[in-house]
Every structure is written in structure tokens, then in C-alpha cells.
């Protein structure tokens, strides 16, 4: 069964500083996702990446993927506020094998 | 467009009582339907997958005589969840795919909460 973790599960930050989350997945993957959870509501699409060095930046967002390590990041830059949720990646195989990763909390502190 | 609407987005229920969750597809036509469930503070785990027209495929630990699901159209799939107990509390979350690789899109979630 296909893994992936994500790590930090938990990250407390102040505005303005940047950081970067870690997603490790444990076989292939045909693409990794990264997705945004508000408290309370569904998922909402950040990036899909679908190749190897795949990089993708939407805002202070930026998220990269590294195949052959296994290994998807999403890195902040000059975080604020707003960006105060729950961060899950997924991978995405071949058929119907769609995995999430255990999520980080992120809570941006003024 | 795909955009993917979940009914009721919230809904109480006695115990030992059935409630019935509809997912649909509202611009396209899903020929794969998934169904999750998300405990408060954990992912998202996967409970069934379902296409259209054929019986779901349950994942390990899921009783399918628990928690129904019909796929009878391209833009509708229903969850029941059978007898809920207040342990089948959660936030139930569909997802709809066009075709067998498109992407996945999903609903805005089912709060379930059994007294």
C-alpha cells in the first residue's frame, strides 16, 4: 500500500516568515497534488504536478516535485494570516489509487 | 467548470436511523465516483469507490452493508449510511473523475452527526 506522509503535521509560524512543508510518498506516482482545507469545508485544488522538477508558484505558494526521491514540497514565502489552514498532498497512481498524505496545520500568528 | 455539489451539506440523525447523502457531478459526466470520510483532524480516508452503472468497490475495513452506494447515473452518486450510530460521525466528503485518468474534483463535504 502506497504511503505518504507529510511532515510537519503541525507548524506555528509568524507572519512574514517563510517555510516549507515536506511530503514523502513511498512508490511511483503519476502526479501529486496539493490541496488547501479550511475548517469546517471541503478541498480546494492548489497544484497538480505531474512530472519530475515539475515546479508550480501561485501567489506565496510554490510547490515542486522530486520523483526520484519520492519527495513533493510546498514552501511558503512571507507567510500572512490568510494562508491559516490545513495542507494535504496526494498521489495520484495509475487506476484508482489516490492516496492523501496525514495533512499539516498551519496557523499563521500575527 | 466541474463542479461537483453535495446534499444536505449538514444533517442530524438519531441513532439507529438511515440518512441518505447525494453527490452530483453538475457540468460533466463522472464515470468514477469516490467517497470519503474525515474524522476531525485527520486526512481524508477513502471508503468506496464507485462507477457508474456497477457495484462499488469497498475499501478494507468498510462495511458495505453499512454504507450504501449507488452510482445509477454519470452525475449522481448516493451515500446511505445505514443504522448510524454516533460513531459514524464525521464529515463526508465525494468525489467525481471524468474518464479513467482525468482529474479528481471534489464536493463540499457532508457534516453527518448522530445523537
Known amino acids: 500500500e502506497l504511503k505518504v506522509e507529510q511532515n510537519p503535521l503541525f507548524l506555528s509560524m509568524q507572519e512574514g516568515k517563510n517555510y516549507t512543508i515536506y511530503c514523502n510518498y513511498s512508490?511511483?506516482?503519476?502526479?501529486l497534488y496539493w490541496y488547501r482545507q479550511d475548517p469546517g469545508k471541503s478541498l480546494e485544488s492548489l497544484f497538480v504536478?505531474?512530472?519530475?522538477?515539475a515546479v508550480k508558484q501561485e501567489g506565496r505558494l510554490m510547490a515542486s516535485l522530486d520523483t526520484k526521491a519520492r519527495l513533493s514540497t510546498l514552501h511558503i514565502t512571507a507567510a500572512v494570516h490568510d494562508l491559516s489552514a490545513t495542507y494535504f498532498c496526494a498521489v495520484d497512481r495509475t487506476g484508482n489509487q489516490f492516496y492523501f498524505g496525514t495533512g499539516t496545520s498551519l496557523t499563521v500568528i500575527p | 467548470g466541474a463542479v461537483v455539489s453535495q446534499h444536505p451539506s449538514w444533517v442530524i440523525c438519531k441513532s439507529g436511523t438511515s440518512v441518505k447523502i447525494e453527490c452530483r457531478s453538475l457540468?460533466?459526466?463522472?464515470?468514477?465516483m469516490f467517497w470519503y470520510r474525515q474524522f476531525p483532524k485527520q486526512s481524508l480516508m477513502l471508503m468506496a469507490t464507485?462507477?457508474?452503472?456497477?457495484?462499488?468497490?469497498?475499501e478494507q475495513g468498510v462495511e458495505k452493508d453499512k454504507f450504501l452506494i449507488n452510482h445509477a447515473s454519470l452525475t449522481l452518486s448516493t451515500l446511505t449510511v445505514t443504522s448510524a450510530h454516533p460513531e459514524d460521525s464525521s464529515f463526508y466528503i465525494c468525489?467525481?473523475?471524468?474518464?479513467?485518468?482525468?482529474?479528481?474534483?471534489f464536493g463540499p463535504g457532508t457534516r453527518l452527526t448522530v445523537t
Open positions: 504536478l505531474l512530472s519530475n522538477g
Open positions: 512508490t511511483t506516482s503519476d502526479r
Open positions: 457540468d460533466f459526466q463522472a464515470t468514477t
Open positions: 464507485s462507477n457508474e452503472g456497477s457495484k462499488a468497490t469497498y
Open positions: 468525489s467525481a473523475r471524468r474518464g479513467g485518468s482525468g482529474r479528481r474534483h
